[in-house]
């Protein structure tokens, strides 16, 4: 009996011992695991409110030479285009509302209420109707010469300096692919002094040339974007030209009959 019970109160124990040590273990795990998953939201945490630190860090590896350039032509290429378009809305005039008022000017007061009204009317549509009036007095084919003249200076106004901007965005690509070029060469540089094809010696070479591409196509995706919007726009204004000036060639040819 002795013995059983001997036998009895080690199995107990050690039943005992079993349990806590397994919830000693899974206290333990869950700590661990909780102490993990604080530290990766950390981290995640951190990662996400050090973009601009990660941003400068990958734009100094890149090389200061190459990725200042780069830069220059997105800030050159920028403000061309935010220029543009700051001056082609204002540029933008509501034609139909200006051809009837010059219309009725032109019954009420004659030629030279109609040039008022353009002149107190901003825009290229109105500069134009401004050179036709002027020309009424030698005729309506005068008229017409000079309104198709002034259209064409009107148009060469609106597209002034867009080409820088096309330059920036062909530049910028042509200059990281120019980098990825050099990178090359000095990851080549480094395995031909050092003898062996080590993927360190290589690494460095190569992130330069990636993290220059990446950072040109960057820059030429975003000054295509304006441009487009700038084209679409001038277009826009061009059309809205060569129908007002149609509009007031035929209101001239009325008022002379």
Known sequence: MKRLFSILAI???????????????????????????AQEDGAAAAEELGFHQELKKRFIEGGPGFMGIVLLCLILGLAIAIERIIFLNLSTTNSKKLIQNVEDALNSGGVEAAKEVCRNTKGPVASIFYQGLDRTDEGVDAAEKAVVAYGGVQMGQLEKNVSWVSLFIALAPMLGFMGTVIGMIDAFDKIEAAGDMQPSLVAGGIKIALLTTVFGLIVAIILQIFYNYIIAKIDSIVNDMEDASISLMDLLIRIKK
């Open 11 to 37: 199995a107990c124990i050690m039943a005992f011992g079993t349990v806590n040590a397994s919830t000693n273990a899974n206290t333990t795990t869950t700590i661990v695991n909780t102490v993990v998953s």
